[in-house]
């Protein structure tokens, strides 16, 4: 995905499955695909990031679950995509266009994602219906990851 292909899609995934994206960012910076930017990229980080991705899979199916488009949430989703977004944008794309990309893909993912899954998650239907939606975010965070652009890494100074 070059230019902000993988930016949008990371902001897809975003409103879908918030630290599913945070998730994808760990295992994208792991692997040099993405700007040179902090991003925790080590074993433990993807562990971490990967499994707080799978409790909000699980949480997300509880009745208590709060909706994905309130100021709050909403918020988040965005800024995830935002920041993910500039972060994978293509090296010869504009990272701020990279972060205006992920957070526009953060709200198709939550209005289409919501949209999709219907309003009640209390249901058999609505929980088939959120891990369809569990399985599209996995899915796309992979893709975003295997075809994000390389980046280049700076040589540390001295060497």
């Known amino acids: ?8 899609g990371l902001g897809l995934v975003a409103g879908m499955r918030s630290l599913s994206a945070c998730a994808a960012l760990t295992w994208a910076a792991s692997r040099g695909r993405t700007r040179d930017v902090p991003i925790p990229a080590g074993p433990g980080a993807r562990a971490v990031a990967t499994a707080a ?6 949480g997300d199916k509880m009745p208590f679950a709060p909706d994905r488009r309130i100021p709050p949430s909403f918020a988040f989703r965005l800024a995830i995509g935002a920041v993910g977004g500039w972060a994978l944008a293509g090296r010869r794309a504009s990272p701020g266009y990279g972060a205006l990309a992920g957070a526009a893909g ?3 993912g939550t209005l289409l994602g919501r949209a999709a899954r219907g309003g009640d998650s209390g249901t058999a239907a609505g929980r088939a219906r959120g891990v369809a ?7 796309l965070a992979a893709a975003v990851v295997a075809t994000a652009e390389r980046h280049p890494r ?5 060497s």
């Open 53 to 58: 991705a799978l409790a909000e899979m699980a």
């Open 154 to 158: 700076k040589a540390p100074a001295g």
């Open 133 to 139: 939606e569990d399985a599209v975010a996995a899915g």
């Open 1 to 8: 995905m070059q230019g902000y292909g993988a930016s949008f």
């Open 106 to 108: 953060a709200v198709a």
